[in-house]
Antibody, heavy 119, light 107 residues
Framework: EVQLVQSGAEVKKPGESLKISCKGS????????IGWVRQPVGKGLEWMGI????????RYSPSFQGQVTISADKSTNTAYLQWSSLKASDTAMYYC?????????????WGQGTMVTVS | DMQMTQSPSTLSASVGDRVTITCRAS??????LVWYQQKPGKAPKLLIY???SLESGVPSRFSGSGSGTEFTLTISSLQPDDFATYYC?????????FGQGTKVEIK
């Protein structure tokens, strides 16, 4: 079964750093691009960025450029989203989502979400 | 960024109703639009891709249409499982962008 499994909920203080993960299984690393989507509690979806297999240069939304870092580890088929200095406004649910390379379906696979609370 | 505007923001409907949600793009996106359904506490689920193609396993009462800047999601006969929030998203241009969502509530 093709799936994405995200790391668990986090509670952090403002100014702390954080790295959350999204581990893929059931497919090869080069088969999927992985994106990240933010959803503040009770609000809509915000596209943050995407990383392509074999490409070390992610694409970011201007709203998140410089605020977060997206990376991936081919050896473990895992994508990451990290912050160097969290703010209270980073409190949200974060989803990773997969788009199959050379597929026309956008994000057809989603992780279960990681709740990040900064307080 | 490409702006995606959904209407209405909230929709009250009854089981069996025909429901239509509209999504407008600020520039032409050809047919590079998807629709997702999201239920409380769950990740979004892909319903429609490339504006009008039904994702495998999605009931045929869901359909999508449109191209360019105007798109619609139609539920032909609303079922109890369909009460949820629906989002459009363009994937023509980076950054991909979502509409603000349409919540379908029980009337």
């Amino acid at each position: 079964e093709v799936q994405l499994v995200q790391s668990g909920a986090e509670v952090k203080k403002p100014g702390e750093s954080l790295k959350i993960s999204c581990k893929g299984s059931g497919y090869s690393f080069n088969s999927y691009s992985i994106g990240w989507v933010r959803q503040p509690v009770g609000k809509g979806l915000e596209w943050m960025g995407i990383i392509f297999p074999g490409d070390s240069d992610p694409r970011y939304s201007p709203s998140f450029q410089g605020q977060v870092t997206i990376s991936a580890d081919k050896s473990t088929n895992t994508a990451y989203l990290q912050w160097s200095s969290l703010k209270a406004s980073d409190t949200a649910m974060y989803y990773c989502a997969g788009k199959a390379v050379a597929d026309i379906r956008a994000f057809d696979m989603w992780g279960q979400g990681t709740m990040v609370t900064v307080s | 960024d490409m702006q995606m505007t959904q209407s209405p923001s909230t929709l009250s409907a009854s089981v069996g109703d025909r429901v239509t949600i509209t999504c407008r793009a600020s520039q032409s996106i050809s047919s590079w639009l998807v629709w997702y359904q999201q239920k409380p506490g769950k990740a979004p689920k892909l319903l429609i891709y490339k504006a009008s193609s039904l994702e495998s396993g999605v009931p045929s009462r869901f359909s999508g249409s449109g191209s360019g800047t105007e798109f619609t999601l139609t539920i032909s006969s609303l079922q109890p499982d369909d009460f949820a929030t629906y989002y459009c998203q363009q994937y023509n241009t980076y950054p991909w962008t979502f509409g603000q969502g349409t919540k379908v509530e029980i009337k």
